[in-house]
Structure formats: structure tokens, C-alpha cells
């Protein structure tokens, strides 16, 4: 579950401060496709980027509960930065619009990255991390290019590479900030049925697009 109550976040601009959540409260439960929809610059991105921890609030709060421990969510906003690296990489898949990729490794070598950080570094272990991964490429339809490099890529295709990393642990929440933007029309139908069915395996999918056919799967849509 995420549990948001009175959400506040400014940014200092060179017109003055501007507000983009204002006593923001928002309840997410279990099984839920989320769509957030609204005009740019009014929050979306920077409301994702708050659940997963990467900005700190004015004010308010943010509880989450992993995936280890259901009953009494944490409240990530009093979390160190240490304590927050590891509770995203184990409960957390963040979708960016940045395409942030360690160049030198391979497409393969990226999406494998999250699971190396957080599992036994066994030869078993590594040879389940290298299956999901690949078996998530073949479900983006990028399997052919688990060799290549991030640079050689097109754009839709690096947004799909992001979108399998993000996937990679098994996490209970999954965050998508415009996870169909460069990418065609059948392509983006079939990222946003993963979606669709990921949320109804239990997870928490919290999708922000301007995308109006893609938002229709969402169990409830926000504006800001």
C-alpha cells in the first residue's frame, strides 16, 4: 500500500517559488493501475519521483508497505538516503523519461544491474538474474538487442530497456512516468497490457501519461 497525506513540494525559480503539490493526499492499494494525467509542470513527474525518494517533501508524509512487511508501512520521507537506495531497489521500479544507462554495459548488462546490487552473487543466483532478464526483453520484443549498447539504440527502443530494468527485482510497486512516449501505437498497447497485468497479480501501478488510450486500462485516473 501507498498511504501519501498532505504532500507539500516548492521549487525556488527565477519568477519565485512555485508550488506544484499543495496538500497532496493520495491511498494506493494492492492490485491498483493508478493513471496520473494532467498538463506539464503540474507535478506529475515530481509526485513519482517523491514516492520513490529521489526529492524530499516541504511537508507531509509518504508510507509505503514492502513487500517483506505488509502490516505496518514505513514512512520513507524520515528514511536516510542509505536506508532509501536499498528500500527502492528492493520494493520500488522506477520508470524516468531520462534514458540513464551505464553506457559500457550492454542492453542485457543494464537491465541485469538492479538484481546484481540486491541478490547472492551465487553462479545459481547470477544464472536466474541473466533469465528473467532476457525473458523480459523477449516481452518488450528487444531480445535481439541484449548485445548491443544503450547509444546504438533508438529511443523507444532505450525506453523499453528501462522499463525491463525497472522490472527486474520483482517489485511490489511499479512507477512509469510516460513509459510509451517514442514508441509506437501496437508497442505501447502491449506495455501498457503488461501493466494492466502486473497490477492485477497485486501489484501497485502508478502510471503518469499524456496518452489518452493508454490511460482507459487505469482503475482510476488523477489530474493535476
Known amino acids: 500500500m501507498i ?15 512555485i508550488t506544484v503539490l499543495n496538500d497532496f493526499s493520495l491511498t494506493a492499494q494492492k492490485s491498483t493501475f493508478l493513471g496520473i494525467a494532467g498538463k506539464s509542470g503540474a507535478g506529475k513527474s515530481t509526485l513519482l519521483s517523491l514516492i520513490a525518494g529521489l526529492q524530499k517533501p516541504e511537508s507531509g508524509a509518504i508510507k509505503i ?3 517483506e512487511n505488509e502490516t505496518f508501512p514505513l514512512e520513507i520521507t524520515g528514511m536516510s ?12 521500479g522506477f520508470v524516468s523519461q531520462e ?14 544491474l538492479p538484481a546484481y546490487l540486491s541478490k547472492e552473487k551465487s553462479h545459481t543466483a547470477t544464472e536466474k538474474i541473466t533469465e ?18 544503450p547509444q546504438n ?4 527502443e532505450n525506453h523499453r530497456v528501462l522499463i525491463a530494468r525497472a522490472l527486474i527485482n520483482n517489485p511490489q510497486i511499479i512507477l512509469a512516468d ?11 498497447d502491449e506495455i501498457i497490457k503488461i501493466f494492466r497485468s502486473l497490477a492485477d497479480q497485486g501489484k501497485i501501478i502508478i ?5 489518452a488510450e493508454a490511460l482507459k486500462l487505469c482503475d482510476q485516473i488523477i489530474y493535476l
Open 207 to 211: 502510471l503518469v501519461s499524456h496518452d
Open 153 to 156: 539504440l533508438s529511443g523507444g
Open 3 to 17: 498511504e501519501i497525506k498532505n504532500l507539500t513540494k516548492s521549487f525556488q525559480t527565477p519568477r519565485g517559488k
Open 65 to 67: 508497505s514492502s513487500g
Open 99 to 112: 534514458q540513464s544507462f551505464l553506457e559500457n554495459l550492454t542492453v542485457l548488462d543494464n537491465v541485469r
Open 178 to 188: 510516460e513509459p510509451t512516449d517514442s514508441v509506437d501505437r501496437e508497442r505501447s
Open 132 to 149: 528473467r532478464a532476457r525473458s523480459l526483453l523477449k516481452d518488450f520484443g528487444i531480445a535481439h538487442l541484449a548485445d548491443q549498447y
Open 81 to 92: 538516503e542509505k536506508e532509501l537506495a536499498s528500500f527502492r531497489n528492493k520494493n520500488i
